[in-house]
Each structure stands twice: as C-alpha cells, then as structure tokens.
C-alpha cells in the first residue's frame, strides 16, 4: 500500500496515461503553473498506515470543542419525541 502526497501552491494538471501521442504511444504529463514538483512517497502495509503517515508529515488536526460544532441534530429525530426538550436541553 502506498501514498503519494504532492506539494506545490499553483495551478496544476497531472494527466495518467490518458494522452496518446502518434510516435510514442500513451503517456504520462505533469504541469504546473510555478514552482517545483515536490512529492512524498509514503510505503506502508495499510491504508491506515498510510493515514498516519500522511497526518504526520501534514499535521494533525485537533477535536474543536463542542460549542463550535453548531447544532447538528436532526429535528426529524425530536419533533414527534414526547420529551423533544429535555433533548435538546441534554443536547445543550
């Protein structure tokens, strides 16, 4: 299993085999805008892995707390419960 992470900030168009050339036959291209083609090839024994891997070399994201998650809850789910309130309370 592997990954392959690709960072470069501008416009950018990778193209896998899909372009066929008279004389060569199909053909990988990579293009961007700017900048330098820089890639991280990540080799593990999972996707898991890989994931790890990926967040580590990126940077984790952390959990925001609750109150910025906004109400997620679903009013299909409280509008026919008898204690539809207390829900929502417990919810707050």
């Known amino acids: 299993c592997y990954g392959i ?3 470069n900030m501008s416009r950018t168009v990778f193209d ?3 372009e066929i050339d008279n004389y060569h036959g199909p053909f990988s291209s990579f293009k961007a805008d ?3 083609l820089d890639f991280y090839v990540m080799a593990a024994t999972s996707v898991l892995q890989v ?3 990926f967040s580590w070399l990126t940077g984790r994201t952390l959990m925001p707390p609750r109150w910025s998650l906004g109400y997620s809850g679903s009013t299909m789910a409280y509008t026919d419960a008898e204690n539809a309130t207390e829900q ?3 919810f707050l």
Request: glycine share 14%; aromatic share 20%.
């Open 5 to 7: 992470f690709y960072d």
């Open 16 to 18: 896998f085999g899909c």
């Open 34 to 36: 700017s900048g330098d």
């Open 51 to 53: 994931t790890r891997t």
């Open 88 to 90: 929502l309370l417990h």
